[in-house]
């Protein structure tokens, strides 16, 4: 068990005794360990480019920053490419996902390197856990209205995209996202991960309060399960392009550096 996780246990037992009134999120404030590089993941209908306002911030920290471009074809071929882009790493590396990415990276987190995973409106899986039927304890995003599914690949609808998957982002730059979603396989959502690497390694969430498409209230309790240093964003579901200063400066924080 973990220093932070036996803290938290310990918080638990004392709080029938009005000895546990701290503040949870200062309680759950990992360790950090000095890193020198960022890979990040993108979710579902996206790819690399949804990073672009982040990734300025973090090269002018110093980070070395690498951004998978996530084939979303299956859970499989999406680890795959973010191993390779681990292995391409030099030294201590913060691992990053946003939405569906939260998937592989709680698969790839074990790997040495990573000292630290940042969830930004991600999922969080345990290990071999029904997610679905996990998010099914939460309303439904409309967002899901909009998807549409073609030889076994989904994708949104323009209105979907634009009005709950880009909500709060600037309407040129949401159509311009729109323009470059990539297709995602249907089949991937229902995959089951076999590691949950935030049991391990020191964990940190940004919630988007705006969300359409990951309900909020689910996002605050995947971050309370895995003890995360967590924000709150007035934000839509892509909070790493409206709000790119503090997502930024969580994967600050979590590679052991300055905020901007």
Same mark, same amino acid.
């Given at each position: 068990?973990?220093?932070?996780?036996?803290?938290?246990?310990?918080?638990?037992?004392?709080?029938?005794?009005?000895?546990?009134?701290?503040?949870?999120?200062?309680?759950?404030?990992?360790?950090?360990?000095?890193?020198?590089?960022?890979?990040?993941?993108?979710?579902?209908?996206?790819? /690399?480019?949804?990073? @672009?306002? &982040?990734?300025?911030?973090?090269?002018?920290? $110093? *980070?070395?920053?690498? #951004?998978?471009?996530? +084939?979303?074809?299956?859970?499989?071929?999406?680890?795959?490419?973010?191993?390779?882009?681990?292995?391409?790493?030099?030294?201590?590396?913060?691992?990053?996902?946003?939405?569906?990415? /939260?998937?592989?990276? @709680?698969? &790839?987190?074990?790997?040495?390197?990573?000292? $630290? *995973?940042?969830?930004? #409106?991600?999922?969080? +899986?345990?290990?071999?856990?029904?997610?679905?039927?996990?998010?099914?304890?939460?309303?439904?995003?409309?967002?899901?209205?909009?998807?549409?599914?073609?030889?076994?690949?989904?994708?949104?609808?323009?209105?979907?995209?634009?009005?709950?998957?880009?909500?709060?982002?600037?309407?040129?730059?949401?159509?311009?996202?729109?323009?470059?979603?990539w297709p995602t396989a249907a089949s991937i959502f229902a995959s089951r991960t076999t590691e949950a690497a935030w049991h391990s390694k020191p964990s940190w969430y940004a919630v988007s309060k705006n969300?359409?498409?990951?309900?909020?209230d689910f996002e605050r309790f995947l971050a309370k399960r895995m003890n995360a240093n967590t924000v709150e964003l007035g934000a839509g579901h892509l909070s790493l392009v409206s709000h790119p200063k503090?997502?930024?400066?969580?994967?600050?924080?979590?590679?052991?550096?300055?905020?901007?």
């Amino acid at each position: 068990m973990t220093f932070w996780r036996s803290l938290f246990v310990a918080a638990s037992l004392l709080a029938p005794l009005g000895l546990a009134q701290v503040s949870l999120a200062h309680a759950q404030t990992p360790q950090t360990v000095k890193a020198t590089n960022v890979v990040l993941v993108h979710g579902a209908w996206a790819d /690399g480019s949804s990073w @672009s306002e &982040v990734i300025p911030i973090l090269q002018a920290a $110093g *980070l070395h920053v690498t #951004a998978v471009q996530n +084939p979303l074809s299956s859970l499989a071929d999406s680890v795959e490419a973010t191993k390779r882009a681990l292995a391409e790493q030099d030294g201590p590396t913060v691992l990053v996902a946003h939405s569906w990415g /939260g998937t592989v990276i @709680s698969q &790839v987190g074990t790997d040495p390197k990573v000292t $630290g *995973l940042v969830y930004v #409106a991600a999922r969080a +899986p345990d290990a071999n856990e029904d997610f679905v039927a996990l998010s099914k304890q939460f309303p439904t995003g409309p967002v899901r209205a909009g998807i549409v599914e073609r030889d076994g690949y989904t994708k949104l609808s323009e209105d979907a995209f634009l009005k709950y998957f880009a909500n709060g982002v600037k309407p040129e730059r949401a159509r311009e996202l729109y323009a470059v979603q990539w297709p995602t396989a249907a089949s991937i959502f229902a995959s089951r991960t076999t590691e949950a690497a935030w049991h391990s390694k020191p964990s940190w969430y940004a919630v988007s309060k705006n969300d359409d498409t990951i309900n909020p209230d689910f996002e605050r309790f995947l971050a309370k399960r895995m003890n995360a240093n967590t924000v709150e964003l007035g934000a839509g579901h892509l909070s790493l392009v409206s709000h790119p200063k503090e997502v930024a400066n969580l994967i600050l924080e979590a590679a052991g550096c300055p905020r901007s």
